[in-house]
């Protein structure tokens, strides 16, 4: 997924549209030790504008991943929808924060795509914002299933509350 801003960089105001739906880094995401899996090519609509000397672009993404959820463990999937911006210049001594100098004509959008999609991901995903997870005792998924077991240990955020009564 290239960006070729030739033409841009050569015109104040111009303006370049781009949209592409492909496959990305071979449909899988490291993140923190999980195998994340990119269920749909990527849907990118943007444009990139020449303001002021820099490049200004604008990006919609949208895609499709799946996840495992980490309190019943099951695997479901998470539309995601991003709009991104940045800006890039050519020149170094025009470079401001955040802006990205670029060599050449062409913007690979590849890895500032995968960023966007990587942070939009939760560190403790859910499968559904109240799912009530895996009985600790019997392993049933309780999403579906009911079961009988007493729970008698103590509730781990109350165990720090408990602990905190004991120092004083
Ligand atoms: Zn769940
Ligand atoms: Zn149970």
Do not use: H, W
């Not at 370049?16 to 492909?22: C, G, I, N, W």
């Not at 880094?25 to 993140?31: K, L, M, P, S």
């Not at 001594?93 to 939760?122: F, P």
């Amino acid at each position: 997924m290239e960006v070729n801003v030739s033409e841009i960089l050569k015109n104040e105001g111009f303006k370049k549209e781009f949209y592409f739906f492909e496959d990305i880094g071979n449909n899988t995401i490291e993140f923190f030790g999980e195998k994340i899996y990119i269920t749909k090519p990527v849907e990118i609509e943007g444009y990139a504008i020449n303001y002021e000397g820099k490049i200004r672009l604008n990006m919609n993404i949208e895609t499709e991943i799946n996840r495992s959820c980490s309190r019943c463990l099951g695997s479901y999937n998470e539309k995601l929808n991003i709009d991104a911006e940045y800006v890039f210049v050519i020149n170094p001594d025009n470079q401001s924060k955040d802006e990205i100098l670029i060599k050449g004509e062409t913007i690979a959008l590849d890895e500032y795509v995968m960023d966007e999609i990587t942070s939009q991901m939760a560190m403790k995903p859910l499968c559904k914002s109240d799912c009530k997870g895996l009985c600790p005792k019997c392993g049933k998924n309780k999403n579906y299933e009911k079961c009988e077991c007493i729970l008698d240990e103590i509730d781990p955020r109350l165990q720090v509350l408990s602990s905190i009564f004991k120092k004083k």
